[in-house]
């Protein structure tokens, strides 16, 4: 698989659910990071989670990183119509480099 | 927080013009600043990663005289898209990071550009 590669790749809700998505990644990593992009629009970053931390919070948001298995979840609790957007992983990579390497992005879909 | 502004938003141009693409960082420095291009329905893709007064390094795959990174200043960034092609058609974005500690970590990302050449 891909560097960064979200599963599900594309995921339908009913507002008030919640939403779960994977990100799998390959190298060793510094850190791990989620964005989320509108349509057509550029990205704003969510959450950053250090290879060092399992678990992060921020709001409605929960990320959790498990560098042996080399996963991370990114979990929406009560979801809602303007969570609707796409959602990439992005990892930088041990050994200086400040580069972010992008997943594939999953396609969320939260219905009112 | 962050904000990093990109001009123009969208741009329509003919084959073998050449386009230019600002990134500004608004209320902070950016020594560092990164360009993306994004295909429809995909991920972003990394092109090359721009120094405050040094050369860009480019990604493998990149052409780098057919986009011509300058970084004149903490808070600028400009790609030239030379000749553009309808294969160069996409949307591009900029990102600018900021040093804490010594340390870059969060990108914050410009709203992108949308290139359309005919």
């Known amino acids: 698989s891909q560097q960064g590669e979200e599963d599900p790749q594309a995921l339908s809700i009913q507002e008030g659910e919640n939403a779960t998505m994977n990100c799998s990644y390959k190298?060793?990593?510094?850190?791990l990071q989620w964005y989320r992009q509108n349509s057509g629009r550029g990205l704003v970053h969510l959450i950053l989670i250090r290879s060092n931390e399992r678990e992060k919070h921020s709001g409605r948001l929960r990320v959790t990183l498990d560098t042996s298995k080399k996963s991370s979840s990114l979990l929406i609790t009560a979801s809602r119509a303007a969570d609707t957007a796409s959602y990439f992983c992005a990892t930088a990579t041990q050994g200086g480099s400040e580069k972010l390497v992008f997943g594939k992005g999953m396609k969320l879909t939260v219905n009112p | 927080g962050a904000v990093v502004s990109q001009h123009p938003s969208r741009v329509i141009c003919k084959s073998g013009t050449s386009v230019k693409i600002e990134c500004r960082s608004l209320d902070f420095q950016a020594t560092t600043m990164f360009w993306y291009r994004q295909f429809p329905k995909q991920s972003l893709m990394l092109m090359a990663t721009s120094n405050e007064g040094s050369k860009a390094t480019y990604e493998q795959g990149v052409e780098k005289d057919k986009f011509l990174i300058n970084h004149a200043s903490l808070t600028l960034s400009t790609l030239t898209v030379t000749s553009a092609h309808p294969e160069d058609s996409s949307f591009y974005i900029c990102?600018?990071?900021?040093?804490?500690?010594?340390?870059?970590?969060?990108?914050?990302f410009g709203p992108g550009t949308r290139l359309l050449v005919l």
């Open positions: 190298t060793s990593i510094n850190n």
């Open positions: 990102s600018a990071q900021v040093l804490l500690g010594g340390r870059g970590e969060t990108q914050y």
